[in-house]
């Protein structure tokens, strides 16, 4: 069975900072989604960034970028410039081709200012 | 552009009483739509989803049911209450080919 694992239960940075969050996962697949997830204290999900395992490029949206390692089934996720605004949960998740999303139990970043 | 309407937002209900949250989704057609619980400070765990009308699947044993009498309208149920049904529920919809979810704003039920 596919898990998805975030060994960070909480992360802080300071603003404007830098910080990284990992996920890693376990599949047999070679066809497959990842994607991080943001849920604010609203408690509303946002998708912040997908990669497609096929791509070997890492995927990218503005501050977020993310560090996908295939062959090391690891997709962590890196916030550039910090704002107060990206304090949140965030999730990792995994879907193989027409199968379900399958979350991590999340790490919650704290943003200092 | 596609949007994802769940509501209500917040119920408090009685143990034994029955229960009914409705997802709709607009913008786009022959959808795939889940419903997700969350506990206090846990991930997302699946109960159901859907990849057509009258079309179901459970993940999890339990309390709860689903069903999906239109194309974009998902509707989460009990038929009594427990305390452990409490929690935040989310729905979700994908489109075709399946690549990201998209979710409501959620449900904060509490059972009590």
């Known amino acids: 069975a596919q898990t998805v694992t975030q060994s960070q239960p909480e992360m802080s940075v300071q603003e404007a900072e830098t910080v990284t969050l990992s996920c890693t996962y376990d599949?047999?697949?070679?066809?497959?989604?990842l994607f991080w997830y943001k849920q604010p204290p609203s408690r509303q999900m946002i998708l912040v960034i997908r990669q497609e395992a096929y791509k070997q490029q890492n995927a990218t949206e503005n501050r977020f970028s993310v560090n996908f390692q295939k062959a090391a089934k690891s997709f962590s996720l890196k916030i550039s410039d910090s704002q107060l605004g990206d304090a949140a949960m965030y999730f990792c998740a995994y879907r193989r081709g027409q199968g379900n999303l399958i979350f991590g139990k999340g790490t919650k970043l704290s943003v200092k200012p | 552009s596609q949007t994802i309407h769940q509501w209500p937002a917040t119920l408090v209900q009685p143990v034994g009483s029955p229960l009914s949250l409705e997802c709709t989704v607009e913008?786009?057609?022959?959808?795939?739509l889940y419903w997700y619980r969350q506990a206090a400070g846990r991930g997302l765990q699946l109960l159901f989803y859907?990849?057509?009308?009258?079309?179901i699947s459970s993940e999890v044993p339990q309390n709860l049911s689903a069903s999906r009498p239109q194309d974009r309208q998902f509707i989460l149920s009990s038929k009594k209450l427990l305390l452990s049904d409490s929690g935040f529920y989310l729905c979700a919809w994908s489109g075709r080919p399946n690549t990201e979810a998209f979710f409501g704003q959620g449900t904060r039920l509490t059972v009590v």
């Open positions: 913008g786009t057609s022959n959808p795939n």
């Open positions: 599949t047999s697949e070679s066809d497959y989604y």
């Open positions: 859907s990849v057509g009308i009258g079309q």
